[in-house]
């Protein structure tokens, strides 16, 4: 079965430094992994996924994440951290085959941003 | 604002009672989802349609019961519930099961059961 790891269930960080949240992955075939963020109140927001496509992926609000086969690791990173970005954020992997439909969610980590 | 709208916000509920959940997406998705979360963890999967057809099912006990009237609709029919069963209910879309598409959520209905 494929499973995701989050290491760190918290992270803080300055406003304007660099925001870097892990996953490592564990699948037999390859993945297709997602990162998804959640706000107070709200329910999960894609911020961006990994298809195979390319190993470099760019998504919302300035995040983008790299996919290294070789670290079996799918991490999260912006550049420079905002106030807003204060969230959850959730890595998973989508099951294929017999499997299709159920995504894995990691444990989730706790971005917190001081001023 | 998200595309998938799910009502009623909160909902407090008696252990005889019963209620239900509604979801509604107008994005053309096939595939629907039930999920479960509880404070501080990631969503569970309960349930999971696709092209109006129960696929999955997580051993979700009977107290829960999932209904998908069409292809924009999907409700989550409660009754009997545990204290324990206290939670938020998100429910989700994407384009279809096996597909690479991602899930696009509600914001959920927050359940409390007394």
């Known amino acids: 079965a494929q499973s995701v790891t989050q290491l760190g269930s918290h992270v803080s960080v300055s406003e304007g430094a660099l925001v870097l949240l892990r996953c490592n992955y564990s699948s037999s075939v390859p993945p297709y992994l997602f990162w998804y963020v959640q706000y107070p109140n709200q329910g999960l927001q894609l911020l961006l996924k990994y298809t195979s496509a390319a190993t470099l992926v760019k998504g919302i609000n300035g995040f983008e994440a790299e996919f290294k086969k070789s670290e079996t690791s799918f991490h999260l990173t912006k550049p420079s951290a905002h106030m807003s970005d204060a969230a959850e954020y959730f890595c998973?992997?989508?099951?294929?085959?017999?499997?299709?439909?159920?995504?894995?969610f990691g444990d989730g980590t706790t971005l917190t941003v001081k001023p | 604002d998200t595309e998938v709208t799910q009502t009623p916000k909160h909902l407090v509920m008696g252990m005889t009672n019963k209620k239900s959940l509604k979801c509604e997406q107008h994005?053309?998705?096939?595939?629907m989802y039930w999920y479960k979360q509880k404070a501080k963890k990631p969503p569970e999967l309960m349930f999971v349609y696709s092209y109006e057809k129960l696929s999955i099912n997580e051993s979700v006990p009977s107290r829960f019961s999932p209904e998908c009237p069409n292809s924009s609709l999907l409700n989550l029919h409660l009754h009997a519930l545990q204290p324990e069963d206290s939670a938020l209910y998100l429910c989700?879309?994407?384009?279809?099961?096996?597909?690479?598409?991602?899930?696009?959520f509600g914001n959920g209905t927050r359940l409390t059961v007394t």
């Open positions: 998973a992997v989508s099951d294929q085959g017999t499997n299709a439909g159920k995504s894995t």
């Open positions: 989700a879309s994407s384009q279809e099961v096996g597909e690479i598409s991602p899930l696009h």
């Open positions: 994005m053309g998705h096939r595939a």
